[in-house]
């Protein structure tokens, strides 16, 4: 099918890109301005901005309560943005719907951004959170069944990283991930995989843009061939959390998600992959009011309650 008529009415407003290096605090900044007030945003029971106290240090978190109920499911989250970009704040909307679709408790992770901080800084912020969040289970009034790991794009590649790495670390009390559009590989070799080619141009993300916007991570001591920078890498996928990867159909990154989903599958771990159709990279953050989209929180949902 075509890109969704939404999406290319809004893809044709767009300006053309800024010629020039990318400039991180200019970026953020225009992020930032168009995050809703307070009052605007989706209501839930509770949400609060706490500090994580972990190995890494002090990590700030917003956690979002979708009920009274004493327990609760948790879902730690980590925000795409290339690892550069994004913020609590400006995925605030998605950690909300996340919380009220799947009737879990989220954890959102304000981890450590490139170029200020070098690798692997914010993948170390977010496994040290999951590893808070289950300590602090009492007093996050976690149910001590369901721990997630979830992300998009870029967070989608820390939610695989902290997946693997809580599992080569003996911790395993994560049951599932979730990967929504997953940046898995950071070899941009355009030949790697076909949708490099064929979404190249014209469905917001390029694939001449994956580079530019992925070099203050690389810079900052990421490996493409590290499994840890790139996932997909990885050669034992046995015995990692059964996985929910979400890809998008005009998406340049899509075919690496959907391998690292038969990779999974192959290696004996439940995983679902789950086509988009008329969606391009990024529907989770800016387009899941349209209902099409919005039922990736029920497919979640129902992702979740499986064990």
């Known amino acids: 099918m075509p890109l969704h008529p939404e999406i290319a009415k809004f893809l044709a407003t767009l300006?053309?890109?800024p010629e020039g290096p990318l400039d991180p605090v200019a970026m953020r900044a225009a992020e930032e301005a168009h995050v809703p007030a307070v009052e605007d945003r989706l209501p839930l029971h509770a949400v609060a901005d706490l500090t994580a106290h972990t190995a890494c240090g002090d990590v700030p978190?917003?956690?979002?309560?979708?009920?009274?109920?004493?327990?609760?499911?948790?879902?730690?989250?980590?925000?795409?943005?290339?690892?550069?970009?994004?913020?609590?704040?400006?995925?605030?909307?998605?950690?909300?719907?996340l919380a009220k679709e799947t009737g879990l408790k989220v954890v959102s992770v304000g981890y450590r951004?490139?170029?200020?901080?070098?690798?692997?800084?914010?993948?170390?912020?977010?496994?040290?959170?999951?590893?808070?969040?289950?300590?602090?289970?009492?007093?996050l009034g976690w149910d001590g069944v369901t721990l997630g790991v979830a992300g998009d794009s870029s967070g989608a590649g820390f939610a695989a990283?902290?997946?693997?790495?809580?599992?080569?670390?003996?911790?395993?009390?994560?049951?599932?991930?979730?990967?929504y559009y997953p940046s898995l590989d950071l070899d941009f070799d355009e030949d790697r995989y076909p949708s490099l080619r064929e979404n190249a141009v014209g469905y917001g993300l390029e694939t001449a843009g994956l580079k530019p916007f992925n070099a203050f991570y690389l810079d900052?001591?990421?490996?493409?061939?590290?499994?840890?920078?790139?996932?997909?890498?990885?050669?034992?996928?046995n015995g990692l959390p059964?996985?929910?990867?979400?890809?998008?159909?005009?998406?340049?990154?899509?075919?690496?998600?959907?391998?690292?989903?038969?990779?999974?599958?192959?290696?004996?771990?439940?995983?679902?992959?789950?086509?988009?159709?008329?969606?391009?990279?990024?529907?989770?953050?800016?387009?899941?009011?349209?209902?099409?989209?919005?039922?990736?929180?029920?497919?979640?949902?129902?992702?979740?309650?499986r064990h």
């Open 113 to 139: 951004r490139a170029p200020e901080a070098a690798f692997p800084a914010g993948l170390d912020d977010c496994l040290a959170v999951t590893r808070w969040a289950a300590e602090q289970g009492a007093s």
């Open 220 to 237: 900052s001591g990421a490996d493409p061939a590290d499994p840890l920078a790139s996932p997909i890498k990885r050669e034992d996928l």
């Open 61 to 97: 978190v917003r956690v979002y309560t979708p009920t009274a109920a004493d327990r609760h499911g948790l879902l730690v989250y980590f925000h795409g943005g290339a690892f550069f970009l994004g913020s609590l704040d400006t995925h605030d909307h998605v950690a909300r719907s």
């Open 242 to 305: 059964q996985a929910l990867v979400v890809t998008a159909e005009f998406d340049p990154m899509r075919d690496e998600g959907e391998a690292y989903g038969r990779r999974l599958q192959d290696a004996g771990v439940p995983a679902t992959v789950s086509r988009y159709e008329g969606a391009g990279h990024g529907f989770v953050q800016h387009f899941s009011w349209i209902p099409e989209f919005h039922r990736v929180f029920a497919e979640t949902r129902d992702f979740l309650s």
């Open 161 to 179: 990283a902290v997946a693997a790495r809580a599992h080569d670390g003996g911790f395993d009390r994560i049951t599932h991930q979730i990967l």
């Open 15 to 17: 300006p053309p890109a």
